[in-house]
């Protein structure tokens, strides 16, 4: 099915990567051959003109017993962007000297970008050592010697090989199979990535899809998505090496025989992902390393070539954090990007300068922001520095994504979309921040908050009550939906930080209204007499009492409003249907009794007919009857009231 890559014999695959890099003509395609057996050079031009221009494949058996992936990238400038390309997911490097001729300008723009994309182990073939004498040979390998210091290769072995003669490719190998051994395949959790390498037709398969996977895993069945298009497709087939597989992972040299799209519908770029996780931007913010052989600063809003992935676009670097950056500088920048790009939190980077087209640095991406940022504003900075952490382990990424949500709870699923895990990956980091005390499960149990985010709305609710005690000292407290709008949260977070909050004892509930633990209301005897006035005077009113107003001015003292609030507050005083009437309780349930009464006798309640016997007006028996039928005692069918069946106790007696 891919022709990339013939037939492995059955050995089973390795998911780390070997690389080449080199000047062109440095050997890289012949060590390879003598090596696999394979010619990596795909197409009848690189034949031709005997040079690699695009990414080539082979593989070969490590310790006889595993298949190593190897990927063989062009040496000339002109076609560092395969190598770019080549480069991603390569976990380890051979690094290709001519001894005829040195360490060359591609040499080292190779290493440069093979460090900046983060590759950590390697050696260094030192080929055509047939062609010199040993004195030069040695002189090369201690110019070698001194270009690698300081770089990932330094102290890396350096093999003298001849692919002519086969000098030196026994310790060769023997040194790939010790670097197998120390490598850290890249970790498969989270949802698929594969940059996309190749997109072509296979006869008799359809459209295959070749790359590495930078992370997660794919199975035959799996439904992905083609981003940026957003069109599905189905994995029908996996291939590694020319062996049909059931499972490819992170690191595995791949090959996928997808259903549902065109090879034309994919190319070059394109990232085959898990649903739902991944898109392209046109802004994305990053850390970048200004390579220090770079002869002058980066200038703000310079123009650059970016390469992520398989992808590449022109744009212009926003710097948000200095004037111009230094070589050998790092800083935090907004690339804005004439075309959007599929990138990833954690991606690595290569930037390229347009003119002349040399690598100038890199990093490591940090997200896509469409927002135009503001350069220099601290909190700016401190936001990109906090997003910047989604790049860490699986668990900090978790931590950052439930930091975004603040205190509102987040469910596992998004919680998984937003930390780049799977949701079953989710929930178990989610359950391990449960036991360690930094998240909490809150609403149906499947949706989390971060402790710390939890707690400081727990802190925020004391305080907005404490304040409100100390401005409001003759109230029993707020009410759910004030206290709700003063902490500005989401009715799920709110209920939940105020259950907290209650089943410890921080806060308290009186009357249906909440206060600050230990917080009563402490009325002086001048004020508790107020009070008693206030009371007496709709209690006499009876069921015709005084208006509000009336009664507080006549009070005539400043504070009788709010001790008229305390009274409805405890259920003394209860205002019906409008705000301008209140009865004291005592009279409310009197008239219900009455009510009841009528009802029982008269078979229905007449308002003219009870008005009189009740002895008001109709000022106020119409919003009386108003008030009985809203508590659910009475219900109105046209002009008569009768009482509600559940007003009724099971003995059939009227009940309350």
């Not at 290709?96 to 080292?108: I, K, L, S, Y």
């Not at 149906?444 to 971060?450: A, E, K, Q």
């Not at 609030?565 to 209140?582: H, P, Y």
Request: charged share 30%; glycine share 12%.
């Amino acid at each position: 099915m891919d022709s990339d890559t013939p037939s492995g014999g059955g050995l089973p695959v390795l998911n780390v990567i070997l690389g080449t890099a080199g000047h062109i003509d440095h050997g890289k395609t012949a060590l390879i051959k003598r090596i696999t057996g394979i010619d990596a050079d795909r197409f009848e031009e690189e034949h031709r003109r005997g040079m690699t221009i695009d990414i080539g494949y082979a593989h070969m058996a490590v310790d006889r017993k595993r298949n190593l992936g190897i990927i063989d990238v062009p040496g000339h400038e002109r076609f560092v962007k395969n190598m770019v390309s080549g480069a991603t997911g390569v976990g380890m490097v051979i690094l290709t000297v001519a001894a005829d001729d040195g360490v060359m300008p591609q040499t080292r723009e190779h290493i440069e970008i093979l460090q900046l994309l983060g590759v950590k182990r390697g050696a260094v073939a030192l080929t055509k050592i047939d062609l010199v004498d040993e004195e030069l040979a040695d002189l090369v390998e201690e110019d070698i010697r001194g270009f690698v210091r300081s770089t990932f290769l330094e102290g890396a072995p350096i093999l003298r090989v001849s692919s002519v003669t086969g000098e030196g490719f026994e310790a060769l190998e023997r040194v790939i199979s010790e670097l197998v051994e120390e490598a850290e395949p890249p970790s498969d959790a989270g949802p698929l990535y594969l940059p996309v390498q190749r997109s072509f037709v296979s006869e008799g398969h359809g459209t295959v899809i070749t790359g590495v996977p930078t992370r997660g895993k794919v199975r035959v069945g799996d439904a992905l998505e083609i981003v940026p298009s957003g069109k599905e497709a189905r994995v029908r087939r996996i291939e590694a090496y020319g062996n049909r597989i059931e499972e490819a992972r992170a690191g595995h040299r791949t090959a996928l025989n997808l259903t549902e799209a065109g090879h034309r519908e994919i190319r070059r770029g394109d990232v085959i992902a898990t649903p739902g996780y991944f898109r392209a931007h046109d802004r994305i913010l990053a850390r970048l390393h200004l390579l220090p052989s770079r002869k002058r600063p980066l200038k703000h809003l310079e123009s650059i070539r970016f390469h992520v992935g398989c992808a590449e676009a022109t744009g212009r670097a926003f710097l948000l954090e200095t004037g111009d950056l230094s070589p050998g500088g790092e800083a935090r920048v907004h690339i804005r990007l004439d075309a959007p790009v599929v990138a990833a939190p954690g991606d690595r980077y290569i930037l390229r300068a347009i003119s002349p087209p040399v690598t100038i640095g890199g990093g490591v991406v940090i997200g896509g922001e469409p927002r135009r940022l503001k350069r220099g504003r601290p909190w700016v900075i401190e936001e990109v520095r906090r997003r910047e952490r989604m790049t860490g382990a699986p668990a900090e990424r978790m931590r950052e994504a439930l930091r975004e949500a603040g205190a509102e709870p987040t469910a596992r699923k998004e919680a998984a979309r937003r930390a780049l895990l799977l949701e079953d990956q989710a929930g178990e980091v989610l359950e391990g921040l449960v036991e360690a005390g930094e998240a909490r499960r809150v609403g149906s149990g499947n949706r989390f908050v971060l402790a710390s985010a939890f707690e400081e709305m727990a802190v925020a609710v004391e305080g907005i009550l404490a304040s409100y005690h100390e401005k409001e000292p003759l109230s029993e407290g707020m009410d759910r939906g004030a206290l709700r709008n003063a902490a500005g949260a989401g009715k799920e977070a709110f209920e939940a930080v105020l259950a907290h909050l209650e089943g410890a004892g921080r806060v308290g509930r009186r009357f249906g209204l909440f206060h600050r633990a230990g917080f009563s209301v402490a009325l002086s005897e001048e004020e508790a007499a107020l009070k008693d006035r206030i009371e007496k005077a709709f209690l006499e009113g009876s069921v015709s009492p005084p208006s509000p107003e009336a009664v507080l001015a006549a009070a005539g003292d400043g504070r009788a409003p709010a001790l008229y609030r305390l009274l409805l507050q405890r259920g003394v005083l209860v205002e019906i249907v409008r705000k301008d009437l209140s009865f004291h309780r005592d009279v409310l349930e009197a008239i219900r009794g009455k009510i009841v009464e009528e009802v029982e006798r008269e078979g229905g309640l007449v308002p003219a007919s009870f008005r009189d016997r009740l002895g008001t007006t109709r000022k106020y028996i119409i919003p009386l009857l108003e008030h009985f039928d809203k508590i659910g005692l009475t219900v109105r069918v046209e002009n008569r009231r009768f009482l509600r069946e559940h007003a009724r106790d099971p003995e059939g007696e009227a009940g309350g």
